[in-house]
């Protein structure tokens, strides 16, 4: 495992400890600095900061291109997931279109259901065909 996919990883955790405790991203990313024996790397936490930035459009894009898919009815991990990948793809220029879909379907492959690679990648895909008029 890469250290960008290790620090993908590391930025799940954080996302999907906020999400499940309804806490401040930020605020669980320094608790895991202090508390945790597993290292944060910087592009973990540039994901973890990212994501929290364009967190209110990244949501209102997997939502509007989710077909027959609320946010909220998203498994919770698959939802941490797509931000990650979406925040990769859409404001994130080092990491190629590719790459970053591909990382999130691997990411859902060893994390989530058998069916949440192929939603990860479908949705993913889509936003990558329609990211020129989002960030118009």
Do not use: C
Not at 51 to 75: G, K, N
Not at 98 to 103: L, R, T
């Amino acid at each position: 495992m890469n250290s960008r996919t290790k620090a993908r990883l590391r930025a799940v955790e954080v996302l999907f400890e906020a999400d499940q405790r309804q806490e401040d991203i930020i605020d669980v990313l320094k608790r895991r600095r202090l508390h945790t024996a597993a290292q944060i790397s910087a592009y973990a936490e540039e994901i973890v900061r990212g994501v929290r930035e364009h967190d209110d459009e990244i949501r209102e894009y997997l939502e509007t291109y989710a077909r027959d898919w609320s946010f909220e009815r998203m498994p919770a991990v698959d939802r941490v997931i797509l931000r990650i990948g979406a925040w990769e793809l859409l404001y994130n220029d080092d990491v190629p279109d590719a790459v970053a879909i591909s990382e999130a379907t691997g990411l859902a492959r060893v994390l989530s259901t058998n069916d949440s690679p192929k939603f990860v990648n479908g949705l993913l895909d889509k936003l990558r065909q329609v990211k020129p008029t989002l960030l118009a």
